[in-house]
């Protein structure tokens, strides 16, 4: 039988042991800020991360924060108030021009539309009417797009820059023709507006234009290699998830934002998704560079940046990769 000193004596080394373990499990925990958008492919990977606790298994602490759009992240990024943010293709021309970089591509959304009042059956009727539209996201890259496709730019209407509940509002109401936004305030929109028209969508111009949503981190971190990648960690395996469990993602997001889930369902069915490990493959054959390349390009004709950063610069492959 075991003497009561040498039982103690044990005990009292595993207590050791585990009070010296504690502080390097700590040190080993990262503290990250990430922001997201409140739709489906804006949350869904981090509802779905930390509904499964993948902040934790990667070795990530992640303080999350909700924002209207990109470009307000990215300037939270430059202000050192966020690490990592999600900005959809709309806002792509500011890691375009050097004020952040992309780690990793979310999803080729097709949420977007340009959406008119009953009545207006064409881009061309636009013309000399009031469009609303949330500036610098993907509603506006979208409104431009169609407009050039149409021989028109913005001078040719009357852009009225909104941020996208706003726009729900003022379409409801009447009190804009038409506006450049995206799923799910299409679909609330069109609850209240039943003979809502739809004149343009992200798919017309694919695949010769793709629309990447992605994450992206603030430049004063952008030299983080451990954290970078245990972020990429994360987002990859909710990715995969979302993939393989469309209903179970689109629930679990529902309950993460405090919103219905039908809405949420008819925005998930709009976007092309490839696997993390499709993606991986994309970027080292250089597909997601020029994915990223043609929207900077296309920034540069609508007159929103004049020298883009080529993506090679901006878009930290060699991270997603390994």
């Known amino acids: 039988m ?3 000193r040498t039982l103690m004596k044990i005990m009292a080394g595993v207590a050791l042991s585990s009070a010296v373990a504690l502080p390097a499990m700590a040190q080993d925990t990262t503290q990250i800020r990430m922001g997201y958008i409140a739709d489906y492919f804006g949350t869904s990977m981090v509802a779905i991360a930390s509904e499964l606790d993948l902040w934790s298994k990667h070795g ?15 300037q939270a990024l430059g202000a050192g108030s966020l690490d990592f943010a999600y900005i959809g293709p709309g806002a792509l021309w500011l890691p375009a021009s050097g004020q952040a970089k992309v780690i990793a591509i979310n999803a080729l959304g097709y949420t977007d539309r340009v959406i008119a009042q009953p009545g207006i059956e064409s881009i061309e009727d636009l013309r000399g ?27 040719d209407i009357e852009p009225v820059f909104m941020d ?45 234009i793709a629309f990447p949503s992605s994450f992206i981190v603030s430049d004063a971190r952008a030299d983080d290699e451990e954290t970078i990648r245990k972020v990429n960690a994360v987002i990859k395996e909710a990715l995969d998830f979302r993939l393989a469990n469309t209903n179970e993602a689109v629930q679990i997001t529902a309950d993460f934002l405090g919103v219905p889930a039908e809405p949420l369902a008819v925005e998930a069915v709009q976007a092309y998704l490839p696997t993390s490990q499709e993606l991986e493959e994309l970027t080292a054959d250089g597909t997601v560079a020029g994915w990223l390349d043609t929207l900077a390009n296309l920034y540069v004709e609508f007159g929103r940046i004049e020298d883009p950063v080529p993506a090679s610069e901006f ?6 990769i390994e």
Not at 129 to 151: H, I, K
Not at 315 to 320: A, N, V
């Open 315 to 320: 878009y930290l492959g060699d991270f997603y």
């Open 60 to 74: 990530l602490d992640a303080t999350l924060n909700v924002f209207t759009n990109g470009p307000i992240q990215v």
């Open 164 to 208: 996208p509940s706003t726009i729900v509002a003022a379409m409801s109401s009447g009190q804009v023709d038409a506006a450049g936004i995206w799923y799910p305030f299409v679909e609330t929109i069109r609850q209240r507006v039943p003979e809502l028209g739809e004149l343009a969508a992200n798919e017309d111009f694919f695949p010769e």
């Open 129 to 155: 009417r009031r469009v609303a539209v949330p500036e610098g996201t993907s509603g506006d890259m979208l409104l431009r797009l169609a407009l050039e496709e149409a021989g028109m730019t913005l001078d």
């Open 2 to 4: 075991m003497k009561k």
